[in-house]
């Protein structure tokens, strides 16, 4: 198991040790996951999605879900978080498998907080269509989404449903940000219809300034279509070069925003902030601009009383 794995925990129960109280209460110390993935009998293919829920309790949406890379997950890729609000020790972890074809339950587990990482092994059988098995005749076309701006580390293709067929993850041409969208997911345009195009650019005149007293750190971009809306939420990091930290804020402090049109103010994300590898990832659900914003410096020292 990779050195991302641990570190991420660690540095999200540092980050809930220190989080102010929220109006559900503090989350839970995560209890991680990782292992091995097998559909049908095979090893899991790269972007396969990984998630859980629990039968007490309320998961958030930080590493959960996870994808899969060379079969397994939360070994080359991020450990699966089982955290939230409410959830007890001894709460029942249901685990799901996703890819294009469908969604099989691949397992349980017990909840323990700040338990893990431990390993969980998965095993599913979903059933993949006639067409698509190579029976039956050929299996329809299924459009390609037209990517600018980004890269992508295998073609964007959803079928007629907006259902992405396999995982990619998307890299703005400067290598700064990642969008990690998972087989499974559903990209939809404002009208609801499949997504066609997704577009990257930098904002060199930003919406509005973030709230006073905080910066923001790097570069705003701007992803478009406006509208485009992600179920479930797809992965947004963005890297970040601490020489552009103000003097007295802590990395750990780092939050993602995005802009909100409808209030004209930018609105932090719930993140997890990585120091070791400079990068500030959340889960979002919707496309517009986002930003890395850094907390208000806090205030010189008084001076001195002679």
Not at 293 to 303: L, M
Request: glycine share 12%; aromatic share 6%.
């Amino acid at each position: 198991m990779n050195k991302t794995c641990v570190f991420l925990g660690l540095v999200l129960a540092l980050l809930l040790g220190a989080a102010p109280v929220l109006a559900q209460g503090i989350p839970r110390l995560p209890h991680a996951f990782y292992g091995s993935v097998t559909v049908n009998g095979a090893p899991a293919a790269d972007g396969t999605q990984v998630s859980s829920t629990v039968d007490i309790g309320e998961i958030i949406a930080t590493q959960n879900p996870v994808t899969t890379v060379g079969g397994n997950y939360g070994i080359d890729s991020p450990c699966l978080l089982v955290q939230g609000y409410d959830i007890p020790d001894g709460a029942g972890i249901t685990f799901r498998v996703t890819n294009q074809y469908g969604t099989a339950i691949g397992g349980t587990a017990t909840f323990e907080a700040g338990g893990g990482p431990e390993r969980r092994d998965l095993s599913v059988d979903i059933e993949v269509p006639t067409t698509a098995a190579g029976g039956g005749g050929p299996a329809p076309a299924v459009p390609t989404v037209t990517i600018t701006g980004l890269t992508a580390t295998v073609p964007l293709e959803v079928d007629a449903q907006g259902t992405v067929q396999t995982g990619t993850t998307l890299t703005t041409n400067d290598g700064k940000v990642n969008l990690n969208i998972p087989a499974g997911t559903k990209i939809l345009d404002a009208q609801g219809d499949p997504l066609t195009s997704i577009t990257a650019v930098i904002e060199t005149s930003p919406p509005a300034p973030p709230p006073e007293g905080k910066n923001v750190i790097g570069l705003t971009y701007n992803f478009e279509p406006a509208g485009a809306t992600f179920e479930p939420p797809i992965t947004l990091t963005f890297t970040y070069d601490p020489g552009d930290i103000p003097e007295g804020v802590a990395e750990e402090d780092l939050v993602l925003a995005f802009y909100d049109e409808s209030t004209g103010e930018w609105v932090e994300c719930e993140c997890t902030c990585d120091p070791e590898n400079n990068c500030v990832t959340a889960c979002v659900y919707h496309f517009t601009d986002f930003a890395i914003i850094a907390p208000a410096p806090p205030p010189p020292p008084a001076p001195a009383r002679t």
